[in-house]
T-cell receptor, first 114, second 116 residues
Framework: AQTVTQSQPEMSVQEAETVTLSCTYD???????LFWYKQPPSRQMILVIR??????QNATENRFSVNFQKAAKSFSLKISDSQLGDAAMYFC???????????FGTGTRLTIIP | DTAVSQTPKYLVTQMGNDKSIKCEQN?????MYWYKQDSKKFLKIMFS???????INETVPNRFSPKSPDKAHLNLHINSLELGDSAVYFC???????????????FGPGTRLLVL
């Protein structure tokens, strides 16, 4: 069974600094997709970034980038120039091609210190 | 121009009641999902429909019954509500089935259900 582990229940960062959130996953599949979702206090789940496992290049979206290490089964999210609006729960998620289900990690609560 | 909408946003009810949560997406997607997020924020799939056909039915009590009148709507009906049903329920949609290539799910704002 696929599992997604986020080992940091809580993280905090000074505004304008950089923070990295960790995610590891367990799979025997070779073709899969990884996601980071953000859940602010409004509770909405917002897609932050997505990575296809077959792509070696790390995905980036403005201040958000990932460090995808396929051999290590690691998928960390880096947030540069942290802003107050980045405060939220961040969920790592995975699905394998051919699998109907998106599996989520337990989340990391990110606090931004002004 | 809301993409995935849910009603109601909040639902407070007594044990034993029957309630429904509605979900609609205007993205033209073929697949819709229901997730439950418990008090520890753990998010777990409950059901998935593709073009009105049930494709995922996780180990969920049969008091929960999804209904998809058309591919833009997926409603969740819950009978005989129990205290343990208190949670946030999220609807989501994707263009095709996740089994396909390159799909991404888009989530609704969630419905907070509190059973007293």
């Amino acid at each position: 069974a696929q599992t997604v582990t986020q080992s940091q229940p809580e993280m905090s960062v000074q505004e304008a600094e950089t923070v990295t959130l960790s995610c590891t996953y367990d799979t025997s599949e070779s073709d899969y997709y990884l996601f980071w979702y953000k859940q602010p206090p409004s509770r909405q789940m917002i897609l932050v970034i997505r990575q296809e496992a077959y792509k070696q290049q790390n995905a980036t979206e403005n201040r958000f980038s990932v460090n995808f290490q396929k051999a290590a089964k690691s998928f960390s999210l880096k947030i540069s120039d942290s802003q107050l609006g980045d405060a939220a729960m961040y969920f790592c998620a995975y699905y394998a091609l051919g699998n109907e289900k998106l599996t989520f990690g337990t989340g990391t609560r990110l606090t931004i210190i002004p | 121009d809301t993409a995935v909408s849910q009603t109601p946003k909040y639902l407070v009810t007594q044990m034993g009641n029957d309630k429904s949560i509605k979900c609609e997406q205007n993205l033209g997607h073929d697949t819709m999902y229901w997730y439950k997020q418990d008090s520890k924020k753990f998010l777990k799939i409950m059901f998935s429909y593709n073009n009105k056909e049930l494709i995922i039915n996780e180990t969920v009590p049969n008091r929960f019954s999804p209904k998809s009148p058309d591919k833009a709507h997926l409603n969740l009906h819950i009978n005989s509500l129990e205290l343990g049903d208190s949670a946030v329920y999220f609807c989501a949609s994707s263009q095709g089935r996740l089994a396909g290539v390159g799909e991404t799910q888009y989530f609704g704002p969630g419905t907070r259900l509190l059973v007293l």
